[in-house]
T-cell receptor, first 116, second 115 residues
Framework: EPEVTQTPSHQVTQMGQEVILRCVPI?????FYWYRQILGQKVEFLVS????????KSEIFDDQFSVERPDGSNFTLKIRSTKLEDSAMYFC??????????????FGPGTRLTVL | AQKITQTQPGMFVQEKEAVTLDCTYD???????LFWYKQPSSGEMIFLIY??????QNATEGRYSLNFQKARKSANLVISASQLGDSAMYFC????????????FGTGTRLTVIP
């Protein structure tokens, strides 16, 4: 069964460093998403991406964040200068373009980012 | 105001019993969708069940059913015949609007199944 994959599973970085989190969405999916979950808290939407551009973003997704689909398979989230509060689990999700419900998003296993 | 409210931080259920996890939502849109996801200790998010706002029947998927009460804006998850493997965090989420992209999640309920 096709699935969303994410690498690395765990990333440790120093405050102020740049990190790139990688995702390979399901191959025929056209909408891509990043969410984050700070430890013990709820999952929060960061950004959605369609047709090679951002379609929606939350207030969390400030200028420190960027997304890119550098080729036909990868979808990346870059944090330019990490802060301690960026420590969280980052989930990538994708969905097939559908004109009807359920608009189900398939989630990857997550990347745990630890900023020291 | 919170779009999704889960008032039960933790729940316990005896193995083989049924359990209801509560979820209420807040939206003024007529078209929306409600989802439940399971998050085991390994961390991944597993889709369980979906209910569209225009669906007249409650959604069911195996041992999972969604008790959708539109007037009360509630979308409770019912797990029948609980198994030890059901122990996990459960998140209710909402897609708001017909073409909306992002999901709003609740704070989750930690379910523990007791042998």
């Amino acid at each position: 069964e096709p699935e969303v994959t994410q690498t690395p599973s765990h990333q440790v970085t120093q405050m102020g460093q740049e990190v790139i989190l990688r995702c390979v969405p399901i191959s025929n999916h056209l909408y891509f998403y990043w969410y984050r979950q700070i430890l013990g808290q709820k999952v929060e939407f960061l950004v959605s991406f369609y047709n090679n551009e951002i379609s929606e973003k939350s207030e969390i997704f400030d200028d420190q964040f960027s997304v890119e689909r550098p080729d036909g398979s990868n979808f990346t989230l870059k944090i330019r200068s990490t802060k301690l509060e960026d420590s969280a689990m980052y989930f990538c999700a994708s969905r097939f373009l559908s004109t009807g419900d359920p608009f189900e998003q398939f989630f990857g296993p997550g990347t745990r980012l630890t900023v020291l | 105001a919170q779009k999704i409210t889960q008032t039960q931080p933790g729940m316990f259920v005896q193995e083989k019993e049924a359990v209801t996890l509560d979820c209420t939502y807040d939206t003024s849109d007529q078209s929306y969708g409600l989802f439940w996801y399971k998050q085991p200790s390994s961390g991944e998010m597993i889709f369980l069940i979906y209910q569209g706002s225009y669906d007249e029947q409650n959604a069911t998927e195996g041992r999972y059913s969604l008790n959708f009460q539109k007037a009360r804006k509630s979308a409770n998850l019912v797990i029948s015949a609980s198994q030890l493997g059901d122990s996990a965090m459960y998140f209710c989420a909402m897609r708001e609007g017909p073409g909306a992209n992002n999901l709003f999640f609740g704070t989750g309920t930690r379910l523990t199944v007791i042998p």
